[in-house]
């Protein structure tokens, strides 16, 4: 189990009460899909992904991207039981949709870039390391059920 310090855990809700999903979520969704574009076979039933432009303007692109972030709230409101929140999660992505785990860490990365980008000089090195600790709890969580 982790453990959460009470600075911690307000660095975590301050992030997520700024963070406008319609907006991070595309975004970093987005992101994994063009930077690491072996990602895209996972939402070829989204449609045409064929180059950045087509992916940006996918609105099943940007709408899957506010669900990510609506997971994350899950994990922010269970702080203290994450792995048993995301049993489920895990549990789908693992068998039946046969998402590889490695690119969980590469979305968590994906996602801090976007929030980086948007809460710039607000976004200090503390701030960076509480959200890298949760991030880390979350793909660790979404990956229990590989292994």
Same mark, same amino acid.
Request: proline share 5%; glycine share 6%; hydrophobic share 45%.
């Given at each position: 189990m982790v453990e959460w310090t009470q600075e911690e855990r307000v660095i975590i809700k301050e992030i997520f009460s700024k963070l406008n999903y319609e907006d991070v979520g595309p975004k970093?969704?987005?992101?994994?899909?063009?930077?690491?574009?072996?990602?895209?076979?996972?939402?070829?039933? *989204?449609?045409?992904?064929? @180059?950045?432009?087509?992916?940006?303007? @996918?609105?099943?692109?940007? @709408?899957?991207?506010?669900?990510? *972030?609506?997971?994350?709230?899950?994990?922010?409101?269970?702080?203290?039981?994450?792995? @048993?929140t995301y049993a489920d999660l895990s549990k789908l992505h693992s068998e039946k949709l046969h998402v590889d785990p490695d690119n969980f860490q590469l979305l968590a990365d994906c996602i801090t870039i976007v929030i980086a980008t948007k809460m710039r000089s607000a976004f200090t090195p503390e701030k960076q390391a509480t959200w890298y600790k949760f991030l880390s709890v979350v793909v660790s969580a979404l990956s229990k059920q590989y292994f």
């Open positions: 970093s969704l987005c992101r994994i899909l063009v930077v690491y574009p072996w990602t895209q076979r996972y939402f070829a039933h *989204f449609g045409n992904l064929y @180059n950045p432009e087509m992916i940006l303007a @996918n609105p099943k692109i940007a @709408n899957h991207g506010v669900v990510v *972030f609506r997971g994350l709230e899950m994990a922010v409101q269970n702080m203290d039981n994450i792995k @048993n």
